[in-house]
């Protein structure tokens, strides 16, 4: 199975912040990465595709970058509605596998 | 506005089978353009993928959970469903259905996880 670290697992920030949350995948999966933000109580909501591709509707503020095993997912300037757990994907082969998330939290 | 719907028992006895179906609306199990997808999430963790199948049938598992794992279609009701044998406490989680999407970006195609029900949860308890 693909394994994916997401650092940091535990983020503080402040309204209005950028901020980055990385993810590593334990061997190349191109650009076959997604990302979702999951609030308390709701079910996880696709942000970004294809490593870099904004899912239509998302604000954006939100952008993703990288390709092979480094990816980054950046928030240009935090909202109110953005603290979320964050989740990567990675949709290359199967099993398709998750990050342990990125809880970013209020400052 | 596509939508996705999980049903089925909230709590279920050890050793015994999960049943949950996912009913779609607003869109067809039968279009060539998505797979069906079962994740879940245990209780304060992270998400899990469980499996997903394609209109004709055809069907991917997670290997940790393949022994145990059945998902199935039926086009006539539009909905695709989950079982899962042998349960025990490990398996109590919040289970998503979700659709998976087939997007082309520059010549490449990828896929995406870009509808989700609003999850059931199952308690696996005697």
């Known amino acids: 199975d693909i394994q994916l670290t997401q650092s940091p697992s535990f983020l503080s920030a402040s309204v209005g912040d950028r901020v980055t949350i990385t993810c590593r995948a334990s061997q190349g999966i191109s650009s076959y990465l997604a990302w979702y933000h999951q609030k308390p109580g709701k079910a996880p909501k696709l942000l970004i595709y294809g490593a870099s591709t904004l899912q239509s509707g998302v604000p954006s503020r939100f952008s993703g970058s990288g390709s092979g095993t480094e990816f980054t997912l950046t928030i240009s300037s935090l909202q109110p509605e953005d603290f979320a757990t964050y989740y990567c994907?990675?949709?290359?082969?199967?099993?398709?596998?998750f990050g342990q998330g990125t809880k970013l939290e209020i400052k | 506005q596509v939508q996705l719907q999980e049903s089925g028992p909230g709590l279920v006895k050890p050793s015994e089978t999960l049943s949950l179906t996912c009913t779609v609306s607003g869109d067809s199990v039968s279009s060539h353009s998505y797979y069906w997808s079962w994740i879940r999430q245990p209780p304060g963790k992270g998400l899990e993928w469980i499996g997903c199948?394609?209109?004709?049938?055809?069907?991917n598992y997670n290997p940790s959970l393949k022994s145990r794992v059945t998902i199935s279609v039926d086009t006539s009701k539009n909905q695709f469903s989950l079982k899962l044998s042998s349960v025990t406490a490990a398996d109590t989680a919040l289970y998503y259905c979700?659709?998976?999407?087939?997007?082309?970006?520059?010549?490449?195609?990828?896929?995406?996880?870009?509808?989700w029900g609003k999850g059931t949860t199952v308690t696996v308890s005697s």
């Open positions: 994907q990675q949709l290359v082969s199967y099993p398709y596998t």
């Open positions: 199948i394609y209109y004709s049938g055809s069907t």
């Open positions: 979700a659709r998976e999407s087939l997007t082309m970006v520059r010549g490449v195609n990828y896929y995406s996880m870009d509808v």
